[in-house]
């Protein structure tokens, strides 16, 4: 059989080898840190063998899917402790995530809390000791019905019904058993390093009419060197968090009387995202768009005619009754745009018609998903939509990937991106398949030819087309997709979009789906902690704070702030009668760019003593000094 390796080589190998062995003929290095492989896409065991002519790719810690396997496994091992340290415990769904693991479990009346934890993970590292393979095997349905039933697990039961009829697959390590596709690392003794890290409620399934289980999550490493690397990122994390920063430094607010996740932006974070806005405005304007403001609800039948009600509906929120119509709180600014563009006949001498709004939109989300302004119900998309023939196509998708370029260089942001294209699941897409091949295509050329670091995400697609999304990596390592850029054939489609070529005949325009922030809250809660709230002096709420020692020199001081306002710097003035230590610490706290201290001698020689945020003490500097040394702070937008 021929196997074809991620480089696109080709080896040949006897039916029935193992992940194993096609690791060992590359080299026995990689063999030794192998934790899977991937076979055509799907995760297997690296013992399991291959009998068909495959794609492979092999797992180690260090790759995404190669993690998803350590830490499924990882949440395999934290189960079997609870069984032994919890008799009769009733296990739910145990998931790898993003940054480790967790287990759904009923324990019943026992309480589980942050002073139990430890104790799970000396259980955790014994079992783990044991060396316990994960042995993946079938029972028909009516066997796996019968095992859940007898152990009385009301909530495998309930899984089992969605598959029903079906062969049901099951893992064994030691002396726990579970519901599982599969997809494990070698045995438990991987397991090196687990760190248990918080204990909350969580409802069966995200349902709030159903009982609430106890979820545990944890992480895991091969190496206790990972885990002290992630515990020391962990603790610079919880510095950064923006839900800290974002109540210290008074940038925003959610209170549960105007409602969950959906936040409130104060002075101070309202300028920052006013200063994103108009950054991004500008170039909108040098490039061609055209602003446009849509309501924030919209008849249900537009979500339907452009597929988002059917293919999102659990994401959003109930419609509304209005007199005999149904209306929805608008999920995308979409279909909306794409009205405006049918309003009037079209000719091929006004595309590309670039559309662009700042549109708020808004999403269900589980209470338990919501997080600061990270994930929330409401948030403002930087969204645009581009109208344009089929020959403009390229140079337009390359106008919208260099926009959104510029905005991760704007903010020195590390990143990278995925070309999302469909899988083979059809239900999940609408459109031909022509189109999509044409469309995936041309994205893959664009990204060849403009050097683009990027990466092929099957199923990551949107339902009506592929896009190019733009992933960032945050100052603590941490991936955030946010940016994006997609081509849509279908909703021309939907929408009946035409327009008059210059053949004088109808013709389909095509869309191009396009954010470069993506969403205003996430990407300020990104910035928020890439920059730890020390924001560049360009991006400051607040540049300088002015800070007389006494009542004595308030005349001179109110002289020195009206002379910085009127050279536009954002000032704050701070009279009360504090002890001058006390407001240059809070100065500092508050992270003010600069402070100036004005007293007696500062009056006298007509001078300030300046301090800059995290350097400390600049000295005695004229106006005229402070203007200039403020005038040569870098801004980029400029």
Request: aromatic share 10%; glycine share 8%; with cysteine.
């Amino acid at each position: 059989m021929i196997i074809t390796l991620p480089d696109g080589s080709q080896k040949e190998f006897e039916n029935g080898i193992s992940g194993y062995e096609i690791a060992k003929s590359i080299s026995e290095g990689l063999a030794r840190n192998s934790v899977g492989i991937l076979v055509n896409g799907v995760k297997k065991e690296i013992h399991a063998e291959v009998n068909e002519d495959a794609k492979i790719q092999i797992l180690t810690f260090n790759n995404e899917e190669g993690k998803e396997m350590f830490w499924h496994s990882s949440a395999h091992l934290l189960a079997e402790a609870l069984q032994e340290m919890y008799p009769g415990v009733k296990f739910g769904i145990g998931p790898a995530i993003e940054n480790g693991f967790y287990y759904d479990v009923d324990l019943g009346e026992t309480k589980i809390s942050l002073e139990d934890l430890p104790k799970i993970e000396a259980k955790m590292s014994q079992l783990a000791k044991n060396k316990s393979l994960f042995i993946m095997n079938e029972w028909e349905w009516d066997e796996a019905y019968a095992y859940y039933k007898e152990l009385g697990n009301e909530y495998k039961l309930e899984l089992l019904e969605d598959f029903k009829g079906q062969k049901i697959t099951y893992c064994t390590q030691g002396n726990f058993v579970d519901l599982c596709r599969g997809g494990h690392i070698p045995d438990t003794s991987w397991i090196k390093a687990i760190k248990l890290t918080s204990v909350a409620g969580a409802y069966w399934r995200g349902n709030s009419d159903n009982k609430m289980m106890t979820r545990i999550y944890g992480v895991s490493f091969p190496k206790k060197a990972l885990l002290d690397e992630y515990l020391t990122l962990r603790e610079e994390a919880e510095k950064r968090d923006h839900r800290k920063l974002g109540k210290e430094l008074g940038l925003y607010m959610i209170s549960p009387e105007i409602g969950a996740g959906l936040p409130v932006w104060l002075p101070k974070g309202a300028f920052i995202r006013r200063k994103l806005e108009n950054f991004i405005k500008d170039e909108l304007l040098n490039r061609g768009y055209v602003e446009v403001i849509t309501p924030h609800i919209g008849n249900i039948n537009l979500y339907k005619t452009s597929g988002h009600y059917p293919y999102y509906k659990e994401s959003q929120f109930a419609p509304i009754k209005v007199e005999d119509e149904e209306y929805m709180l608008k999920p995308m600014n979409c279909p909306h745009h794409h009205k405006i563009y049918d309003n009037e006949q079209r000719s091929y001498r006004d595309l590309p018609l670039r559309l662009a709004e700042f549109g708020t939109v808004y999403r269900y989300e589980q209470s338990g998903e919501l997080s600061g302004l990270s994930r929330v119900r409401g948030f403002t998309q930087d969204d645009a939509h581009i109208y344009c023939t089929e020959d403009q196509l390229k140079d337009e998708l390359i106008n919208c990937i260099e926009l959104t370029q510029l905005v991760f260089t704007t903010f020195g942001m590390d990143v990278s991106t995925r070309l999302s294209f469909r899988d083979d699941a059809k239900d999940k897409y609408a459109g031909e398949m022509d189109t999509w091949n044409k469309s995936e295509t041309i994205l893959k050329d664009i990204a060849d030819d403009l050097k683009l670091d990027y990466f092929i995400g099957e199923g990551e697609a949107s339902f009506y087309g592929p896009k190019i999304d733009f992933i960032v990596k945050d100052a603590l390592g941490r991936k955030w997709q946010l940016g994006t850029v997609q081509v849509d054939y279908v909703m021309p489609e939907r929408f009946n979009l035409e327009y008059i070529g210059s053949d004088n005949e109808r013709h389909r325009p095509v869309i191009i789906h396009r954010a470069p922030f993506g969403s205003m809250e996430r990407f300020i809660s990104i910035l928020i902690e890439h920059y730890a709230g020390n924001f560049p002096y360009w991006l400051a709420p607040v540049q300088v704070s002015v800070l007389p020692i006494s009542d004595k020199t308030l005349d001179y001081a109110t002289a020195v702030v009206e002379e910085l306002k009127s050279k536009g710097i954002r000032v704050e003035f701070d009279t009360r009668a504090e002890k001058i230590q006390r407001k240059i610490a809070e100065s500092e706290q508050m992270k003010v760019p600069f402070s100036m201290i004005i007293g007696a001698k500062e009056e006298e020689n007509k001078t300030v003593s300046l301090r800059e945020h995290g350097v400390g003490d600049l000295g005695s500097k004229s106006i005229a000094e402070v203007l200039e040394l403020f005038n040569s702070q870098p801004d980029p937008t400029k």
